[in-house]
């Protein structure tokens, strides 16, 4: 069975910090491609940042400076240090995998407010 459970989420302050974790399970997690998503409330889902296997990344437009995705694939987990946190970053983030199928975790809120 499948699984890739997102954690970190919370309540942060403008300006502030957190860090999400996505841990796959069930996945031969190393050959993944392995990516942040995020849908804020009446948006569409929208990509923050990506890993592939190899270990090159990109980031959506409005995280890049702020954002830093990595993997540790050692433990089958996923990161995304989130660093000058704004408003408009609060959203659902969602931790997806793909190689060849697709798959999603449950989703973490994150909730930008002073």
């Known amino acids: 069975q499948v699984q890739l459970v997102e954690s970190g989420g919370g309540l942060v302050q403008p300006g502030g910090s957190l860090r999400l974790s996505c841990a796959a399970s069930?996945?031969?997690?190393?050959?993944?491609?392995m990516s942040w998503y995020r849908q804020a409330p009446g948006k569409q889902r929208e990509l923050v940042a990506l890993?592939?296997?190899?270990?090159?990344?990109n980031y959506g437009d409005s995280v890049k400076g702020r954002f830093t995705i990595s993997r540790d694939n050692a433990k089958n987990t996923v990161y995304l240090q989130m660093n000058g946190l704004k408003s408009e970053d609060t959203a659902v983030y969602y931790c997806k995998g793909v190689a060849g199928r697709t798959y999603w975790g449950q989703g973490t809120q994150v909730t930008v407010s002073s």
């Open positions: 890993i592939s296997s190899d270990g090159s990344t």
């Open positions: 069930g996945i031969i997690f190393r050959i993944y491609a």
